[in-house]
């Protein structure tokens, strides 16, 4: 058993996310960026370069800049998640985006004295797009979205799809307090019909401001913050420091960030935005269930009761596993790897992921310092869910996470 300790400053009861990087952006179970602060200083990691392999809106890399660290890689596979954290965390001149504002607000609105000229507009694949979006909702989005693609810098541009994502997302018939995509009661729609025009020049207004005001000064030119829509690519021997919150299993049955993300991606032009929660951590089912390992008495009790669980769970692991081998050896002798995890339960088992993920990096050449156990009280996402997959069993899954801190010895 890897060591735990009860650590009450790692609690941040009643503090937000918000209170030092406000979202510019929705997006699932963020992380709290004042974990990564108070680790990083606990730990003294004050230069070098700091990796996040699943950095989904970007909350490690707030943690890294608010400490000082000033070189910066993440990875994701989904594309809405690598747009948040490139518009958080690239530098763009504000005079710029307001300029840009202009002209673009202009074009739109002088487009939108002229129905026919807005028919002539192509709109982009959408599944089933009457039943997420009405008539005028998909009118507008398609002229918003058209004279985004004209804006040259790829960054402004970049900019620009924030508020669009978001309008996209509270404008359709989504239940925008849900991360899966669930339409919303029929009543409901009977009174819905937003202004999306409306809604999205609401919204550049505030991505506008908090960029200036919270992240914009942050990013000095000397910051170099890289990341990249894909799985992460290992280089040895190169990271100072790993800093991340990986998924607690597979999207299906915890969090779906391919779900919650998926109109959003389908109106940036991703075209397969609806099979992203397969690409995720656990996508694919293996045949045989792991039996090695800190894990392997846990899966066995699942599969007791239903073998098609534990083999999703296995996947999940087994992904996790390749991962972790190819982070050990992309980290320098020295290094620091920090995780924040949360035990999920399935089927009334609770999986020791923090075991597991020191486990696996002392089999890489890491040894274990210490794990960290917190209250988690702040995750926006639901700590309650059904572990049976039975609609309407709710049981607490979650009360606590884990910050597993190992360093690379070898
Ligand atoms: C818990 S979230 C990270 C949240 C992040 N710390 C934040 O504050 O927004 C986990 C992320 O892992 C990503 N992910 C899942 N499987 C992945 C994989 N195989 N490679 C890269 N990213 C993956 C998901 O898309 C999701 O954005």
Known sequence: MYQVVRNTKYDYAGQSYASLYPNLHK???????????????????????????????????ASGLEYGLSEMYGFDINPLAVLISKVK??????????????????????LLKNEDDTKKLKCPQITNIDFWFSKEVVTSLTVIKHFI??????????FFLIPFSETVRECSYTRNNEFKLFRM?????????????????KKLEETLLLYTKFYFPKLENSVKINVQYSKFQPQDDF???VLTSPPYGDSRTTVAYGQFSTLSNEWLGISYARKIDGMLMGGTRPQRNISKGVIADFISHIQQVDNKRALDVSAFYNDLDTSIKKVASSVKKGGKSIYVVGNRTVKNVQLPTDQFIAEKFEENGFQHVITYERALSNKSMPCKNSPTNEAGKRVNTMLFEYIVVCEKIS
Request: with cysteine; charged share 25%; proline share 5%.
């Open 89 to 110: 965390f690239t530098r763009v001149s504000v005079d710029e985006l307001i300029k840009t504002r202009q002209i673009f607000r202009n074009n739109v609105f002088e």
């Open 185 to 201: 009661k029929s009543e409901a729609l009977l009174n819905f019909n937003p202004d999306a025009i409306g809604v999205y020049f």
């Open 149 to 158: 693609d004209e804006i040259q810098n790829e960054n402004i541009r970049n």
């Open 27 to 61: 997006y699932p179970a963020t992380m709290l960026p004042q974990i990564g602060i108070d680790v990083l200083t606990e730990f003294n990691v004050s230069k070098g370069k700091l990796l996040d392999p699943y950095c989904g809106s970007g909350s490690s890399f």
């Open 239 to 241: 990271f100072d420091v």
